[in-house]
């Protein structure tokens, strides 16, 4: 693992003020090799409802691992986007694998700590040894290696819970596939798994939809890739007061693990996958972290795969430039009805600075990054809440291939509508937080950056 160690070099470098000389990072040039096209379509059957008791669920997880994995062995890498998943959108063995990772994400859901008069409120119930057990995945074979923490930089509103603000809060966490994972998926596969908005600060980071230089590689900033300031906040702010040891940033947390566990791999047993998935702004997160990744050579030590359920832009058209020039593969699965996956940048996105009349402003748009796998769910119609929900991305994935319908969503105004009417009626009751919000979108709306 000589080449994974000096990956790792890289990226403690990267945390530090002194401009370390990293490998050049040039494109992935990913020939279509007869590893990749030669791939088993054997087809996996969908597992069991989350609904069941714990026990049941456990066991349901173990046999859904299992099938799934065994079938996944021969094509992992096509899986993983090799290929850009040409072809591969309707097959049944990815939807499933999309599926079973967006179940380790809806993890940190079950997991996240809601009650106010806990100690643990905003934070994890459960140690990283037994938490996945807790929620009724004990058969996911997977074993958490570290907890995640982030810590949004954002304006306190003066009615809004001082905890929130500028305090890390438990965002999800990294693992890595046990031995027998490892044997039936063909690799091991180190796992970051991140939730969507939960917080009152992370709701206003999520309105700071201003687009600023990423400039996360310290040897060259690249001022003209550019990513959206809230989720750039979340990412590189630290609180180093956190009682549960979320010391340093997001970022700081991130690259020491994920680079620690590229490194300890064995490269003589199997090979090595790295998979980023997330919920909403789980999702950007996702995509930050990949792309920080790749631009630090990591990905030239594993794949790295990032897998968005419901996520919005992150970037820039330089920045999905630069994704596509250091081969970081995303695949982002979509509602077609999610506003969601509209914003930001409703106006200026990727389909309208096409036109004669805001082709300057083309450099300013945000744009979506990777490839789309588009869903549709008619019967979510009209609730904002179930369109978004990870539970009815999950469920639609593992029902059979439907054509998803082209949907506008009745222009960038209703969809403005739409996303401030979802704030509004987020978790149960009215807030004074959500109205500030709600006040904030609207501003936001006016000056014409989303």
């Known amino acids: 693992m000589a080449f994974a160690t000096a990956a790792t070099a890289a990226a403690a470098m990267a945390l530090t003020p002194q ?22 379509t054997a087809t996996a059957p969908g597992s069991a409802s989350t609904s069941a008791p714990v026990a049941v669920a456990a066991l349901n997880a173990r046999r859904g691992a299992r099938r799934t994995a065994s079938s996944v062995a021969g094509m992992w890498r096509q899986v993983q986007g090799c290929d850009d998943w040409e072809g591969l959108l309707d097959h049944p063995v990815l939807r499933s694998e999309v599926a079973r ?21 905003h934070n994890c119930k459960y140690g990283k040894e037994r938490m996945l057990e807790e929620v009724g995945m004990a058969g996911a074979g997977y074993e958490v290696t570290k907890y995640i923490y982030a810590a949004p930089d954002v304006m306190t509103v003066p009615t809004m819970e001082a905890s929130t603000s500028g305090c890390g809060r438990w965002i999800g ?31 206003l980071a999520n309105l700071m939809s201003s687009l600023e230089p990423a400039r996360l ?13 809230g989720f750039l906040s979340l990412y590189t702010s630290a609180d180093k007061t956190c009682r549960f040891g979320g010391a340093g940033s997001c970022r700081e947390q991130l690259l020491r693990e994920v680079s620690r566990l590229i490194d300890s791999g064995d490269s003589h047993s199997s090979d090595t996958s790295v998979t980023l998935a997330g919920h909403s702004m789980g999702g950007a997160l996702a995509t930050l972290l990949a792309y920080d990744l790749a631009e630090l050579g990591l990905n030239r030590a594993a794949p790295i795969t990032v897998f968005s359920f419901g996520g919005p832009r992150v970037g820039n058209a330089a920045f999905k430039a630069r994704c596509d020039e250091l081969g970081v593969k995303a695949l982002r699965v979509a509602n077609v009805r999610d506003p969601i996956t509209r914003m930001p940048g409703v106006f200026l996105n990727e389909a309208t600075t096409g036109t004669a009349v805001l082709r300057p ?18 019967s979510s119609v009209g609730d904002l809440a179930a369109v978004h929900d990870l539970g009815t991305y999950i469920a639609l994935l593992r029902k059979p291939k439907a054509a998803a319908r082209a949907d506008d969503g009745g222009g960038g105004g209703a969809v403005i509508g739409r996303v401030l009417e979802f704030v509004g009626r987020r978790g149960a009751g009215a807030m004074p937080w959500q109205d500030a919000a709600l006040q904030m979108g609207g501003l936001v709306q006016t000056l014409g950056l989303i």
């Open 19 to 40: 401009c370390a000389k990293l490998p050049a990072a040039t494109r992935q040039s990913r020939t279509r090799s007869a590893i990749c096209r030669a791939a088993a």
């Open 101 to 121: 990772y967006g179940e380790l994400v809806d993890a940190c859901y079950k997991a996240f700590d809601l009650d106010p008069a806990s100690r643990r409120h």
């Open 173 to 203: 966490y990294v693992a890595v596939s046990t031995p027998e994972m490892t044997r039936q998926l063909g690799r091991r596969d180190v796992l970051v798994s991140f939730r969507g908005t939960v917080t009152p600060a992370e709701w």
């Open 217 to 229: 590689d310290p040897c060259d900033p690249r001022p003209d890739v550019k990513v959206e300031s």
């Open 361 to 378: 402003w083309a450099g300013s748009c945000y744009t979506h990054v990777g490839v789309e796998l588009p869903l549709d769910d008619i």
